[in-house]
């Protein structure tokens, strides 16, 4: 499975931005997906899942302005992030789980990860 991302950019702060993940693989729609972040010298964080059927989740400070979704016609996982933060801004990588289709809350737990797309939020 090969993953490639894009969308990132720079921002001005309260502006938005959409991420967009495009997964090779012909049972793209039975993966997990999730959306993770990292800001130099600290570790990957979790930003949303989403699992096969379109259940989601979110760390805390994304809730209410960021929305994962996924078109399966197109093997890609979008993540819609509003209201953006100068704190949001990071490497934003995309991950897939080929092996579960339910939600994925840990780094650990995907298989494959995209090359990451960089969001820069100026204040």
């Known amino acids: 499975v090969q993953l490639q991302a894009f969308g990132g950019g720079l921002v001005q702060a309260g502006g938005s931005l959409r991420l967009s993940c495009t997964a090779s693989?012909?049972?793209?729609?039975?993966?997990?997906m999730g959306w993770f972040r990292q800001v130099p010298g600290k570790e990957r964080e979790f930003v949303a899942a989403?699992?096969?059927?379109?259940?989601?989740s979110y760390t805390d400070s994304a809730k209410g302005r960021f929305t994962i979704s996924r078109d399966n016609a197109k093997n890609t996982v979008y993540l819609q992030m509003n209201s953006l933060k100068p704190e949001d801004t990071a490497v934003y990588y995309c991950?897939?789980?080929?092996?579960?289709?339910?939600?994925?809350?840990?780094?650990?737990?995907?298989?494959?990860w995209g090359q990451g797309t960089l969001v820069t939020v100026s204040s």
């Open positions: 693989g012909r049972t793209f729609s039975s993966y997990a």
């Open positions: 989403i699992s096969w059927s379109g259940s989601t």
């Open positions: 991950a897939a789980d080929p092996s579960s289709g339910s939600r994925r809350y840990s780094e650990y737990d995907y298989w494959y």
